[in-house]
């Protein structure tokens, strides 16, 4: 049975029909890759995978139950990444990872998210309010939760390379291919080639008009 399955999902905008008839199948180890040009349709698709809006038509199933009727259970087994970091400017690193960690019943130590901050590149910020990181930093720091909610096994990410650097790419990408060798998968959309030396699944959106 798949982790992650979609059933004729299909969503308009603004009268504008954005994909119809989208079937989707993601199972442990599987990394889908949901590409098309800006405006296809693809943070549409990813926000529906979440459950956080609904389809126009369809549906989408964790292990087999519509992810309506196991909300609980899929939010907690689920790690979105949209393009809203959902960090506070005001807090530092560390206040804001032990907050996002209590929101999302993660147990976590402040030494634990001390390594991770270091693993991350952030050794000597953790203390600085997060306006005052860079736009990668920032990145950086949001990213900390691939490496904190390590029970979640559906990752759907959307964009999550972007403004990181050549190092924090690899980094992220070496994650992903843990993660998806531990048996979990991952959704995701990328403007840019994917680094990574593992099979692919694709879904190709188009712009329609
Ligand atoms: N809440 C909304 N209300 C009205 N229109 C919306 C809404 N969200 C998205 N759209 C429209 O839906 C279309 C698809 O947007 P979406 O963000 O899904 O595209 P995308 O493929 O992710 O684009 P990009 O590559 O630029 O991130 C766009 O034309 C956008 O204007």
Known sequence: MPLLSAHQLSVSKRDRLLFDEINISVSAGDLMYIKGPNGAGKTSLLRVLTGLVNADSGSVAYRGQNIMQNRETYQSDLLYFGHALGINRSLNPLENLMY??????????????????????????????????????????ALARFW???????????????????????????????????????????????????????????YRI
């Open 100 to 141: 996002w960690c209590c929101q999302h019943n993660v147990m976590t130590t402040k030494n634990a998210i001390y390594d991770i901050l270091s693993v991350l590149g952030l050794v000597g910020l953790e203390d600085v309010p997060v306006s005052n990181l860079s736009a990668g930093q920032q990145r950086r720091v």
């Open 148 to 206: 904190l909610k390590t029970a979640a096994t559906v990752w759907i990410l959307d964009e999550p390379f972007t403004a990181l650097d050549v190092q924090g790419i690899a980094l992220l990408n070496t994650r992903i291919i843990e993660h998806l060798q531990q048996g979990g998968c991952v959704v995701m959309t990328s403007h840019q080639a994917l680094d990574v030396d593992y099979p692919t699944k694709e879904l190709q959106l188009e």
